[in-house]
């Protein structure tokens, strides 16, 4: 198991930037694939983007591409979510997971160790 704790999430407007980090412990953090979700008031969790165990490989939601970077340390056991050009509709609990299977990035299903979330509101 993989404990997961997020920060970096605020208040910002719209245009602006942000950046979280997700801070890893327990087993080897390097093994695992690592991920970005989010939930909106009153919408289901959504996939963010995802990146393999050494970030040779990412993969975004459509929504976020060109505008949010995906990378991770693994010295430091640590992703990251550079998020910019936020718009009010990215507004969310923005969570961190893990997965083990190291296979597909983008399905919730395979993702087995959460955060306890970070908020990220944007103003507009």
């Known amino acids: 198991q993989v404990q997961l704790v997020e920060s970096g999430g605020g208040l910002v407007q719209a245009g602006g930037s942000l950046r979280l980090s997700c801070a890893a412990s327990?087993?080897?953090?390097?093994?695992?694939?690592m991920g970005w979700f989010r939930q909106a008031p009153g919408k289901e969790r959504d996939f963010v983007a995802g990146?393999?165990?050494?970030?040779?490989?990412?993969y975004y939601a459509d929504s976020v591409k060109g505008r949010f970077t995906i990378s991770r340390d693994n010295a430091k056991n640590t992703v990251y979510l550079q998020m910019n050009s936020l718009k009010p509709e990215d507004t969310a609990v923005y969570y961190c997971?893990?997965?083990?299977?190291?296979?597909?990035?983008?399905?919730?299903?395979?993702?087995?160790?959460w955060g306890q979330g970070t908020q990220v509101t944007v103003s507009s």
């Open positions: 327990g087993r080897t953090f390097s093994a695992y694939a």
């Open positions: 990146i393999s165990s050494t970030g040779v490989r990412t």
């Open positions: 997971a893990a997965n083990a299977r190291n296979y597909r990035l983008g399905s919730e299903m395979d993702y087995d160790d």
